[in-house]
Each structure stands twice: as structure tokens, then as C-alpha cells.
Antibody, heavy 125, light 108 residues
């Protein structure tokens, strides 16, 4: 059974840092594009970042302009986990952060068929 | 960046009625559109991908259509569990991946 479990959320002051993790089980995450998608309180969905799942490109990462240069997505193949390191956090980064898996391995289909329950990040003084 | 505009923002219907949700893209995205359902306190759930393909386990009352810039999600007969927020998402011109602003289907 596919499962995604996020952890690491919490309250952080503006300008601070936080690291989110996503533990994947039931599939080999390194062969899939994986993504982080966030949702501000009461708002819609916003794509944050993605890591490539194609052979030979599994370290390639992509970011929304709103987080580029501040957030870094990575994966630990041995642990089947993903991480999102967030620096220089702003109040507008306050959101639930979802980890999501794409439908087909080895392709950039960017269709999200499984989502974790999310981790809440609150940026406030 | 491809902007997806969903309408209406809110749809007030009764169980058993037909729901028609629209998603319009700012440029052609062929058929590379997905629809998700989200209930309060839950993550999104994939319903439809590539405009008209139902995801695994999705009931036949959900159907999608369209290509180019205009897409529709239809729920043929609303069940009580279908009252939720629905989002569309495009995957052809990325980064960035983009989502529509959502349509809330509420009980009338």
C-alpha cells in the first residue's frame, strides 16, 4: 500500500528555517517524480517543488519562483524519503505542505495520484 | 505561466442533481488536465487525468471532457460524499505546475 507521511512542521519566526520530511512506503520513490504542494489556510493549491524520477536525472529539481533560492528539495534513496529544506521563511509561506507522488514511474507525467496528509508550517513572530 | 480559471466559484446543488464545473486555460494545454477533489481536513484526491481518464477507484458518475483551453468536470448525479472543493491542474507547460482556484460544490 502506498503511503506518504510528512513530518517536521511547526511554528517558526520570519527569517527562520525549517526542514520537512516525507517518508514514502509501498513504492520506490526514486523512480517517480515527487513534489511538494502547499495550501495556505482557506486558500487553493500551490505547487512548490518537484524532483525528477527519470533514470539518470533523479537529482534534478524544479521550483516555483516564489520559493526559488530559499527552498531546497532533496531525496535520500536509501531511506526512501524526501526532504524540503526551507530558509528565509516569510509569513506568506504559512501553509499545509503536502508531499505528492506522480502516477507513472520514469516519466514526467506530473499527475499526482497519492498525497500525504500534510504538515502545517506557520511563520509568525 | 498557464493560468487556470475555474467557474463558478461556488455551485449550490441538491443530492441527485447534475454538477457541471468549468476550467479554462490561458493557453492551449492539449488534454493535459487533471481534476482533484478535496474535502475539509483531507489531502486532494485524483479524480480525472488527461482530461477524461478516471483514476483508479473513481466512480463512473465522474466524467471529464475538453481539450485545448476549455474543460469540464461533470458529476452526473451528486451523492452526499461529493460535496467538496474541486481543483483542476495543468501539466504541459511547467515549471510552474499550476492549479485553478477551485470550485466549491455545496449542498443547496
Amino acid at each position: 500500500e502506498v503511503q506518504l507521511l510528512e513530518s517536521g512542521g511547526g511554528l517558526v519566526q520570519p527569517g527562520g528555517s525549517l526542514r520537512l520530511s516525507c517518508a514514502a512506503s509501498g513504492f520506490t520513490s526514486s523512480t517517480f517524480f515527487m513534489a511538494w504542494v502547499r495550501q495556505a489556510p482557506g486558500k487553493g493549491l500551490e505547487w512548490v517543488s518537484a524532483v525528477d524520477g527519470r533514470s539518470g536525472r533523479s537529482d534534478d529539481t524544479y521550483y516555483a519562483d516564489s520559493v526559488k533560492g530559499r527552498f531546497t528539495m532533496s531525496r535520500d534513496i536509501s531511506k526512501n524519503t524526501l526532504s524540503l529544506q526551507m530558509h528565509s521563511l516569510r509569513p506568506e509561506d504559512t501553509a499545509i505542505y503536502f508531499c505528492a507522488k506522480t502516477l507513472r514511474s520514469g516519466t514526467a507525467d506530473m499527475i499526482f495520484d497519492f498525497w500525504g496528509q500534510g504538515a502545517l508550517v506557520t511563520v509568525s513572530s | 505561466e498557464v493560468v487556470l480559471t475555474q467557474s463558478p466559484a461556488t455551485l449550490s446543488l441538491s443530492p441527485g442533481e447534475r454538477a457541471t464545473l468549468s476550467c479554462r486555460a490561458s493557453q492551449s494545454i492539449s488534454n493535459y488536465l487533471a481534476w482533484y477533489q478535496q474535502k475539509p481536513g483531507q489531502p486532494p484526491r485524483l479524480l480525472i487525468y488527461d482530461a477524461s481518464n478516471r483514476a483508479t477507484g473513481i466512480p463512473a458518475r465522474f466524467s471529464g471532457s475538453g481539450s485545448g483551453t476549455d474543460f469540464t468536470l461533470t458529476i452526473s448525479s451528486l451523492e452526499p460524499e461529493d460535496f467538496a472543493v474541486y481543483y483542476c491542474q495543468q501539466r504541459v507547460h511547467w515549471p510552474p505546475l499550476t492549479f485553478g482556484g477551485g470550485t466549491k460544490v455545496e449542498i443547496k
